[in-house]
Structure formats: C-alpha cells, structure tokens
C-alpha cells in the first residue's frame, strides 16, 4: 500500500505516470501489491525515490558493460587525472576537478580502474546521483568523494553501509550473499555486495550479472574442504536515506534556480 502524507494513493493516476515495465512502474507494483504502509510525504518524494532507483539499476547495468577491474584494495588502481589513490587503497577526488566528471570518467574510461565491490557500489550510488542531481546540483553537493568502503563514506551516504531485515526487495535495493565457510585464501570472497536488478538478477563487481543461483554457486566454488554450510543471499537490504537526499536535492535545484 502507499500513502501520500498518510493519504492512500490514486493508484491509477499513479501507474498512469511511469510507462510500463520500466524499474519505476515494477517497483510501484511491488509497494502496491504490499500489505505494508509506504508512506511518502509528497507524490515528489515518490518520484524522487523513483527515479533515483532506476538510475541505481542503469548505473549497475553500465558498470557490469564497462572494463572496470576486480581488484582487492592492495591492488586497487585509477585514472590519476582524476583521482589520488590512497594508502589504503582507497581513491580520493582530485581538489582540481568537478566531481561530476572525474565519476564519469570511470564510466569512459573504465580499463583505469580497479578496485573490490563494496567501492563498485559506492561508484554506482554515485553515478545514480549525478544523472538525478544533474551535474551542477552533484557538483555543488559532493564535493570530497573519497570512494573505498562501508568505512570511509560519504555522510550523505552513510546509511547505505548498514544493512536491515526486510519483508520485500526492490530494483535498487543492495543486498549481500554471504559465505560463510569462505575459503582463508580467498578472503574477498566471504560474500559479494549486489545491486538487485529486478526480475531476479543481481549485479555484482567481479561476478556479474547473474541470477541467485549463480552467485551461490561462485561463492561455494571458494570454500574450506571441511565446508558444511553454503553461500546465501541474506533477506536484508541496505539503502541510501531517500529523504535526506531529496531535501537536500531539492534545496540544491532550488538555490541554483535563484542565481540562474
């Protein structure tokens, strides 16, 4: 069910604005068919979460089409035009150039990166953000990215490194397959961050696109001889504060319309 400001929603009027079997229009059936309340302060907070979302699935959809390298931190890698790779193998955004390019680049040129999942997920939100912000809105908003970790995040981000239980998945969702038995050799494999796609595929940095069933079998192939439980996709889900970022998102569009 979905509320507007604790109102029920005109669900026609609703699935009337997104064409049909885009990530939008799935993910409005999903909170539709729910038994549970989605409330939203406004059909614009909707629509914001909305199209933010679909920009999540088509930034993972990209990533998995580009060149960008499976590296753990170690051996983690950059455009230095860009970016400052860190000691910890972390990369810091240049002071000399707009935050918007240096996250398009590595969509461009994607054969200069390297790095491990969680990062991929960061680089995702990222690129999601800057297609819904537009570049002077992203520009003006994220100004220090440093893309590594759950550890060093973005405080506008910094709930998408917690992850909660959950009752329903939707397209842009990050979900986790966790490994428990993981082979000591291969530490990087104990699981693998995803972006959930819908229709049952996920995207994961060094795997791919693939449905459940591939992940788990990936993730098995790197256990302990002695292993007795398998890889699994946990039922809990870790998202950015949709809220923060639309006020903050609104205010920024507003500011800019006013010195326009």
């Excluded at 998408?160 to 530490?187: C, E, H, Q, W």
């Amino acid at each position: 069910m979905i509320l507007i400001n604790n109102a029920p929603a005109a669900t026609a009027v609703l699935m009337r604005l997104y064409p049909e079997n885009t990530t939008e229009s799935k993910i409005l059936r999903i909170l539709l068919s729910d038994e549970g309340r989605h409330n939203f302060s406004s059909e614009e907070r909707l629509d914001f979460e909305l199209k933010l979302r679909s920009e999540i699935v088509r930034a993972a959809e990209a990533l998995n089409r580009s060149r960008l390298a499976f590296k753990v931190f170690r051996e983690s890698f950059c455009n230095k035009d860009y970016w400052d790779r860190m000691p910890d193998g972390g990369f810091a955004l240049k002071a000399s150039v707009r935050p918007s390019e240096a996250i398009r680049d590595i969509y461009k040129n994607s054969h200069k990166y390297g790095t491990e999942c969680a990062t991929a997920m960061l680089i995702v939100y990222y690129k999601a953000l800057l297609e819904v912000f537009g570049d002077e809105a992203f520009d003006d908003t994220f100004t220090g990215i440093y893309l590594m970790n759950w550890h060093r995040i973005e405080p506008l981000l910094r709930e998408v490194g917690f992850m909660s239980k959950a009752k329903i998945f939707l397209p842009g969702d990050r979900r986790y397959f966790k490994n428990p038995d993981v082979d000591p050799a291969t530490p990087e494999l104990q699981g693998e961050n995803v972006i959930d796609l819908g229709g049952g595929y996920y995207y994961g940095h060094g795997f791919g696109r693939h449905r459940a069933e591939t992940f788990i079998r990936l993730l098995n192939q790197n256990r302990t001889e002695d292993a007795d439980e398998e890889a699994y996709l946990m039922d809990t889900v870790g998202n950015p504060n949709y809220d923060k970022l639309y006020n903050v998102y609104r205010r920024t569009r507003a500011a800019l319309e006013m010195t326009a």
